[in-house]
């Protein structure tokens, strides 16, 4: 178990939910596998083990793989897995100059992604959410995701966000207070006509936090650390598998931690903080100065001026470099800071930071291993992410099938009666006789 | 269940342990209340629970009183209560300047408790793991705790504690690195003869953080934060009434994280650290630098040159003043930090703190409220300690309550048959005929 977003079961579907949940767990963890397997796995008896599988694959969750292995004495039995074809989980993240979508099946497996510029911080709330909407109804409208039950939208946002409500509460560089995303969203979704589905919200570091301990190169670290390199920068701190929100939700602001006494000032209004020294329109207002002679840059296309950013370090620009070694290195205060108080086993940067990593990994180290009191930083390595900006995207997809996996979402609508496909078979559907 | 600490059932005791203190922790909550209650609250069978309850009656940990209330119906049955006579559990904490003591009972009652000083900065890990062992054997010499069995030791240190191994890795401002405390200890009690007991080791802010969690004023409250202030700062975290251990068990060091820039050198090495800047030792040398000419401070009696600092802030000494108002405002900062990544409910500062809060905890609050992202310090509430100089060693004890409850302690050993006593029973213990 994972995550612990907004739904969850009530009243008297709770244990079949939370049994639901469980057989899928054992099956997406040993699949392919028997329904005999499934029961010594989860505890629960036969009977109902196989009454949830028949519940599974009928709503297309799960389906039979023929039978087991020679090793096995007695009968074979017929192996259950994962059904990858019915279902799609999407994932959404609204951030400062882009939008994205990612949208995977069951398994995880990536079926479409896309990431557009957009300029987010100019363009309020209201619109934002309209963008939002657009996206999903383009992205459903897909053919690759002809057929499919959507199980949900999950939407990343870069902010103080109140999950359970699904609300923003304060996107300090959106410039976004109170805004009731999920209920705006699922307005604007039933006006344009798209089918009902659960919309979770959450921040854009936690569902970065999701969508690595899912499926990045360090899946399964207990005791992990995603670190948003946006305008912003978030932290999604995973502690023994579960996310840690805090007492009311906004735990993991690391980017507004007060770094620099008397700093440059901060899109919170704060000085000092973390990301107004080290953040991706910080790190740029140095290195790429004539590219947006106004601050903020974030107005303009952050990827253009990371990327001439890049050229000019690939290039040994004096200037560019010793900026982002100051970057690199006030980061590495921030990131000792949360190995101090937290002793993770990874902390990984995301985002942007991603691009820049061969030059702020380095100072940022450093800073660690210079910061931190406990030896050889706690065990704690310091990384970058391979999911590039569709992490937190790809964590909102994630967090609804975990939502699934965990019983908090309801099973998806019962799949029309599928004959098996065969070879040959008549364009109506019925088989040939035999 | 509140802690982790060292030790743990293994094998087929596991269950048994872990269903004597389901049982405890019931009659702890409940008391007075029946067996039937008991099956009830843990859903264990009425049979388990009468035989266990039996196990406990006979190891002296819980005891019967009488029947029970009227508002019952059908035949009354025996009440339970936790047996508070028998059992003491002790809780030592070594510090810079002090050693303390603390034994309570097993409803946590405090029965006895010493604060000695002694410069254990100076003395070495040797020399204070034998005066943690003589006051260990003082205290159990005590009358007050004659007759009784002891369930173990719990022993606070301050800083980055093995505790599964019982070993200091570092202790910056005791001067300590990789000390086996608790195996050195347990030979010199051997030696001293003292009785075998569990001897547990944590750091001493963890344990402040249990003491506040199962008998401070805010106790209960899951999020909570207690933050140590002696010449070290030290950050106890529980999290959802968990301690935040990390992957190592070097978490809660926010003494350490780095807060100003080319600052003051700190006991561990470092510059700028939180305890540079706001630590006791650092305030001292700022309000009374004529008691301790030469810095650190700690090898002199902190007490007295804290005592003169208020006795001097009383006096509206300018100089001093303005001395705590910076160490507060450092110390928000800090504690601003905290706040941002774990969102806790509560801080509670203790130690020497508690008697310079009139003036540290106004800039203090003011610092966070200044650096904190979410609205209204994310419902954290400021405090201080109302546990002063004991509350780690006083955690030191409940740990081992908390291991006795949780089934990670095995049971003392069975009292001795004890007729019930009866007015007019006499000398040899036998009831006069009836």
Redesign the interface.
Known sequence: MLTDTATGPAGSQAVRETNLGAVLRAVREAAPCSRADVAATTGLTKATVSSIVGDLIAHGLVREVGAASERRVGRPGVMLTLDGRGITAVGLEVNVDYITVVAVDLVEQELLSRHEPFAAGAAGPEACARELVDLLRRTLADPVLAGRTVLGAGVAVPG?IDAPRGTV??A?NLRWRDFPLRARMLELMEEAGLPEMPVLVDNDANLGAVAEYRGGHRAHT??LVYITGEVGIG?G?L?DGRL??????????????????GGPLCG?G?RGCLEAVAGIDAILRRTVPDLAPTAPVSGTHLAAAVAATVERADAGDVGVLRALERAGSWLG?GA???V??????AIILGGYFVPLAPWLLPPCTAAVD??????ER???RLEVSTLGLSAAARGGAAALVDALDTGRLPLPPRRPLERPRQEGARPNGRSPAR
């Open positions: 103080l509460a304060n300090p207990c005791d932290a701190v502690l840690l929100r805090g007492s009311t939700g906004y735990g993991g602001e690391i980017g507004h931690i007060p770094l620099r006494r919170c704060r205060r000792a800071t949360l101090n108080l937290i002793n993770p086993q210079a910061h931190v009191l406990a030896p706690g065990g704690c």
